[in-house]
């Protein structure tokens, strides 16, 4: 890779109770770079998404954050320290306004207008529905409107955590186009996905997890001729 990392797992395990399902995970984030992290259900993805943010303490290894260990450190404080979560599912407030989850946003210091401005400029349709209940709008707006939430904050690290969940073609390809620019603009993004081909054309990195462990990690070209054997246990 072409750039120091931002983040670092270093021979990464975890378990739930007793069962182990990372098995010594080494994957790197390089600074105002996109790293997608693929394979198929069950693989591991989303518990190293967690061990990474802290939710979930590593049993052994490392979570190194800008040359500094965290392993251990609470999500609260990696978020002051830049990193921000999308998780799955868009983690919105469904019975509030477009303009009332913005202002949980507000918690970073910004003023609301602030908020809202930035917001409406990447995304302009949260504008036009600005007062309208979340729970009335579509799955694309809502996953819109957690990453506008998220991005309130100016994340040097930000998480996403499959993306295009639920959503329908022509709406995830126009995220992951939003997501592009947010990588243009300087943000170090990892990107957790099942659907690997949708997000390929917007990492300059890419890595297949199976079975807790990371079996490839390349460039998309190179890694995109791995995916059936992944995929289909080949």
Excluded: W
Excluded at 17 to 36: F, Q, R, S, Y
Excluded at 91 to 112: C, D, H, I, M, W
Excluded at 184 to 212: K, N, P
């Amino acid at each position: 890779m072409d750039s120091s990392p931002l983040l670092e797992l270093q021979g990464v395990r975890a378990c739930y109770d007793t069962i182990e399902v990372l098995h010594g995970v080494d994957l790197a984030v390089p600074a105002g770079k996109v790293l997608a992290l693929l394979g198929p259900n069950g693989a591991g993805k989303t518990t190293t998404l967690k061990v990474a943010c802290g939710l979930i303490p590593p049993s052994a290894g490392k979570v190194v954050l800008a040359g500094r260990d965290c392993t251990g450190v609470r999500p609260e404080e990696l978020a002051r320290r830049g990193l921000v979560t999308i998780p799955e599912g868009k983690g919105v407030f469904p019975n509030l306004t477009v303009r009332e989850n913005l202002q949980v946003a507000t918690y970073s210091g910004r003023k609301l207008s602030e908020v809202e401005a930035m917001s409406y400029e990447r995304f302009p349709r949260l504008g036009e529905r600005r007062n309208q209940l979340v729970g009335t709008m579509s799955g694309g707006e809502q996953q819109m409107l957690s990453m506008a939430r998220g991005l309130a904050s100016n994340p040097a690290l930000l998480f996403l955590d499959e993306l295009s969940m639920g959503l329908a073609p022509l709406v995830v390809e126009e995220l992951y186009g939003i997501v592009a620019q947010i990588a243009h603009s300087g943000v170090s993004i990892l990107v957790v996905e099942q659907f690997a081909r949708t997000v390929l054309g917007v990492a300059d990195y890419a890595a297949i997890m199976v079975h807790g462990q990371v079996r490839a990690i390349g460039s998309p070209a190179e890694i995109e001729q791995e995916l059936s054997a992944a995929y289909l246990g080949g």
